[in-house]
């Protein structure tokens, strides 16, 4: 783990230590990914009570794409079957993905301990490539000392396995009062496109402001925007090293073999309910207690606080996959009260995603389009924090890759994303209210 962990060290020093690395990365060779077609509630009922029964059960997308482990295909299938419910084959090898994820990184890229050999040049970071977690963390203090007057770095806190969560403040200092904005990405493990996202997307906030684009220059005027790529990068990191399709944290359970914890069921609000497991084996694990998670904890602990001296207008937490904008809430079907402003303005801003690239991203509220979820991020930003508006953002893309999006899918992604983001932000400044 000390070996990988540290990925910006010489090619040679890396090639020697790595000797002593013996794990290979857990193979999926042979998984496919189920689409099942959802007729009715009942439907609905039967999966989630096989999901929090099968603790090993991946649902990439719940209740439609299950990943199917070889091993496991005839008992899964035949479940499915005695409900009466139909699928098709989606994803027919997931390590196939895997092998064909890096369409853009040079061939030579990789050292043989699977660790990426990255320019020593500081100046130089390649946007349209998946990234380590250490790379990233050497982005964040690269982009301050980039634009010293726009960009201030800081550490929000440390992960479980201590690495430092270091985040940047993007704005203008005006003297005068201003509204903070928080994104951030990879709060799921595996979902690699949203920090990719996240640190493109601020570095062309960055750009524009110093090209004098006006729109731009009137939102770093108006908001402080906070910004934390990776929010779980102990499982981020392991995605690398162990298992592509990780998701969760990587904190020890008491009393369970299974590592980690939803930590976007961690959150302290309606912590516990529906779409959440009390089984630490579980995907969606909503760990021992609220805020256990020490990433989440920080987190929080940090915007709050803020919170406190600047009014939050607007947070997002970009996941992938699905293209979908969705608001508070997750844990119940009831609408909040603030929801027809939601709701305009995700529809700006996903009509501004698609004036890009021309791709649909379905909006509304998370428990109506997607499914309902307890203790996620949304709804702490709009329940705890009072912030209005509250999202999560799944990017890219609707399941022909799913969490494995190659590569040359990253440029488009990101564009499409800051120009809805933009839009979510000029909202905010022609709608004061709340
Ligand atoms: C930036 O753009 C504004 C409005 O378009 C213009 O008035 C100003 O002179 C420009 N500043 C620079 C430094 O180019
Ligand atoms: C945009 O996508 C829609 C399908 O969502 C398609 O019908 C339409 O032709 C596309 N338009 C362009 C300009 O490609
Ligand atoms: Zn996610």
Known sequence: MGVLRNVIVPAVFLAVL???????????????????????????????????SNGQLDFWDFPSDLMVPTDQADTIESQLVSQGLKFDVWIHDVQKLIDGQFTKSPKDGFNAAGARIQSTDPHYFDYEIYHRWAEIDQWVKNTAAKYPTLAEEFIIGRSYEKRAMRALKVGVDTGNEKWGAWYNGGIHAREWVSPATVMWMTNQFLEDYKNNVTEVVTLLETFDLYVLPVMNPDGYEYTWTDERLWRKTRSINLGSNCMGTDPNRNFAYEWGGIGASADPCSIVFRGPYPHSEIEIKDVTDFIRERGKTQKFKLYIDFHSYSQLWLSSWGYTYDLPDDYETMYDQMTVGCE??????????????????????????KDWGYGVMGVPYSYTVELRDTGEYGFVLPEDQILPTCQEMYAGLKAALQFNIDNPYP
Not at 46 to 52: D, K, V
């Open 18 to 52: 790595s000797l002593q690395v013996t794990c290979e990365p857990r193979s999926y060779d042979g998984y496919k990914v189920i689409r099942i077609k959802v007729n009715s509630e009942d439907d609905v009922r039967f999966l989630r009570t096989l999901q929090t």
């Open 352 to 377: 501004a995603i698609k004036s890009v690239h021309n791709k649909t991203y379905v909006y509304g509220a998370g428990s109506s389009v997607l499914y309902a979820t307890a203790g996620s991020s």
